[in-house]
């Protein structure tokens, strides 16, 4: 009977089974539960202390002047002497022949069998015959060791070891950041071994843990443990700090704006060196070897002893300089550790105004502060000296004018009476009146002592009044310059009467930042002497200080027409005052002939950017001065061969060496030269690069050094 073609399972035909239309459907499996994931280290949007802690466990050791301490590894100072890689590679080859051919002698017996001899004293006669499995070994053993000693005596010779550091999986490896193991508890920075020591537990444990959470900041970290030192120093009771530290965790101790960080950063900072990344020392041979590749900053340390930076415009003074020190000291500040104030040009890119604690916009109508023309002093002296520095400082030639004694004479004259009638220092429109002779003010002072008894004060007025008609007198210099700053656009700034926010640098004595606009469009020459003011103010202001582990700096964005001798002598004994200045300049021709030698010898850090003329790198090359170096004739002679086997000889080693086979004579020599001449300095420094030299407070220097400030 015909079917489909299908039998039932019994082999009958009675109950065909129907073919299937297509394969057989199978069962669907259970739907399987979905796999648990694993419960997170933390709470989801809860933040990590991972960074930071790896941030301040990476080891930091100590290190060359300016060199970036953060994962530093120092280098030898010498520079290893390096193989060409196919000298090298080459000598390898021939090594390794050299030890194929010695084996293939002595396999062969073309050297006899002494080498064997050792192999017959130690086995037995009764394995020789019949061989045994152990005699087998024990000679193929022997065979293996003496090839192991040929290949090892080879492997000497053709330098295989360093073929590999070179060129095998040691180059091929790479240093991956990863997470930096915890130390033992009392090494670890993160926690507190410090505070543990002196019995302060609860407090380090609060800290731990806030750093464990990352609810801890590097200005944090940098505020307590400023805060701590004064609890060591006895300025601070421990009691006081460990509250503090309960109460407020990462947060306590802060700074009186309350603010915690920056709102922007450009530059890598460092607040446990208190380092800034400013470049990389470039891989140069005039660089010492230890500095080669090795990151370049700059820190508190440094600066103590001041810094020039001079190059044209667009060299990268202000962004790869200015901006990085200024956003450092500013995280100093927020720790507690330093004051800054950051003198520029309106509108120049120094950070966002949110950075600064004051912001002294002068000549702008929306400045919420003004700045005291005479420092905050109560001393009409005092007050002289510093105005006298800003008025005529500049005036460095030999006549009329060129004396800031006669000067600072000609305003303690008129300052001292003003302050005794008035109970307060006169304005700007008020002092030029004054130093123009104006009949009525001077009858009202005269008035107003009189009345209040003061006839030693009477006795100045009378002097200034019997100079007015003298000739030279340096009332109408004085005048010209005050009526630089008696303009329409000053009018609502260097108010005396108490109506505005004025500004006095006398607040260097607390962790402030402050920024101050220079309006030097339009107004150059009130701008240079308004500089040169803040200059004197400051460098007066950092000497008197109490605490003086308050580091205090002033970045001078543009000190052209700033630098007086006055203002040298200032920098000179910044550094015993714990304070240093920033200045940089287009050129120094911006600086009087005589002072240039003097200012770069109170400088301890100088800097030369590319594009410098000449004429400053002659000074520069001049203060680095020279030093002995080695210096190696070289004479090399060709040799001719005149036999088949010498030419071929020749030419193995030109395939081996690339070179010609020649005889050379060396003649090395001790000579002094330039460390870097000013022709090199002028011509020989790549753009976005410069040449700085460093001094720290403690003496340390590094020489001129090559910097790539884009690295």
């Not at 007066?540 to 002598?569: Q, Y």
């Amino acid at each position: 009977m015909d079917g489909d073609g299908t039998r039932d399972a019994r082999g009958t035909h009675a109950n065909p089974v129907p073919r299937p239309a297509g394969p057989p459907e199978v069962p669907a499996k259970p739907p399987e539960a979905p796999a648990v994931p694993p419960r997170p280290a933390r709470a989801p949007g809860a933040p990590d202390g991972s960074a930071f802690l790896t941030w301040l466990r990476t080891p930091r050791p100590q290190a060359l002047p300016g060199v970036w301490r953060f994962g530093h590894r120092p280098r030898p100072e010498e520079e290893p002497e390096r193989v060409p890689g196919r000298q090298l590679l080459s000598g390898a080859v021939i090594a390794f022949l050299v030890g194929w051919l010695i084996w293939s002698l002595l396999w062969n017996g073309y050297l006899g069998g002494w080498w064997l001899l050792p192999l017959y004293a130690m086995i037995p006669d009764s394995w020789a015959e019949p061989h045994s499995f152990t005699s087998v070994v024990v000679v193929y053993a022997y065979y293996v060791l003496i090839a192991g000693i040929i290949m090892v005596g080879v492997g000497r010779l053709g330098r295989w070891g360093e073929i590999w550091r070179r060129y095998g999986p040691p180059a091929w490896r790479r240093a991956v950041p990863g997470a930096v193991p915890a130390p033992a508890p009392e090494e670890d920075p993160a926690a507190w071994p410090a505070l543990r020591a002196a019995g302060a537990h609860d407090a380090a444990e609060r800290l731990a843990a806030d750093a464990r959470s990352g609810l801890m900041r590097d200005v944090d970290h940098a505020r307590i443990a400023r805060a701590w030192q004064g609890v060591q120093r006895g300025r601070h009771s421990l009691a006081t700090f460990t509250g503090a530290v309960l109460s407020q965790g990462a947060g306590a101790c802060p700074h009186p704006s309350g603010a915690r960080d920056l709102p922007v950063r450009q530059a890598r900072h460092d607040l446990v060196t208190g380092q800034v990344r400013i470049g990389t020392a470039a891989d140069d041979a005039r660089n010492p070897y230890a500095y080669r590749g090795a990151g370049l900053a700059l820190g508190p340390d440094l600066l103590g002893t001041s810094l020039l930076a001079v190059g044209p415009a667009g060299s990268g003074k202000t962004g790869s300089l200015v901006r990085p020190l200024a956003e450092s000291l500013c995280l100093h500040a927020l720790a507690g550790r330093a004051a800054v104030v950051v003198v520029g040009a309106a509108g120049a890119d120094l950070g966002p105004a949110d950075a600064y604690d004051v912001v002294v916009r002068i000549g702008h109508p929306d400045s919420v502060y003004d700045l005291d023309l005479y420092g905050g002093t109560t001393d009409p002296d005092e007050a002289a000296v510093v105005l006298a520095e800003a008025l005529v400082g500049d005036l460095t030639e030999q006549h009329q004018g060129g004396d800031t004694r006669r000067s600072t004479t000609v305003l303690a004259q008129l300052l001292g009476p003003f302050r005794a009638v008035h109970g307060r220092f006169p304005g700007v429109p008020e002092l030029r009146q004054l130093l123009e002779g104006a009949p009525g003010p001077l009858a009202e002072l005269r008035e107003g002592l009189r009345a209040a008894g003061q006839d030693s004060l009477l006795r100045e007025l009378d002097a200034r009044e019997r100079q007015l008609d003298r000739p030279g007198d340096l009332g109408g210099v004085l005048a010209d310059r005050v009526a630089l700053l008696d303009r329409p656009a000053f009018a609502p700034f260097f108010d005396t009467s108490g109506q505005s926010r004025p500004f006095s640098l006398k607040a260097l004595d607390h962790p402030v930042r402050v920024r101050i606009d220079l309006p030097q469009r339009g107004h150059a020459d009130a701008s240079r002497m308004l500089a040169r003011l803040v200059l004197a103010q400051f460098t007066a202001s950092v000497s008197v200080r109490e605490d003086r582990s308050l580091f205090a700096c002033l970045v001078l964005d543009d000190a052209s027409g700033v630098v007086t001798p006055e203002a040298v002598r200032g920098v000179q004994r910044l550094r015993s005052a714990g304070a240093g200045v920033v200045l940089t300049l287009r050129t120094l021709d911006d600086v009087p002939r005589p002072l240039r030698g003097p200012l770069l010898g109170a400088i301890g850090c100088r800097m030369a950017l590319s594009g410098l003329t000449p004429w400053d790198g002659q000074d520069f090359a001049e203060v680095w001065g020279k030093e002995w170096t080695e210096a190696r004739d070289v004479t090399d002679r060709q040799i001719i061969a005149e036999t088949p086997a010498g030419k071929a000889v020749h030419m193995l080693r030109r395939v081996i060496t690339g070179k010609a086979p020649t005889a050379r004579a060396v003649t090395v020599r001790q000579v002094e030269r330039e460390r870097w001449s000013a022709s090199e300095l002028a011509h020989a420094v790549p753009a976005g690069h410069a040449v700085l030299s460093l001094t720290s407070v403690k003496g340390e220097h590094a020489p001129p050094l090559l910097v790539d400030l884009r690295g």
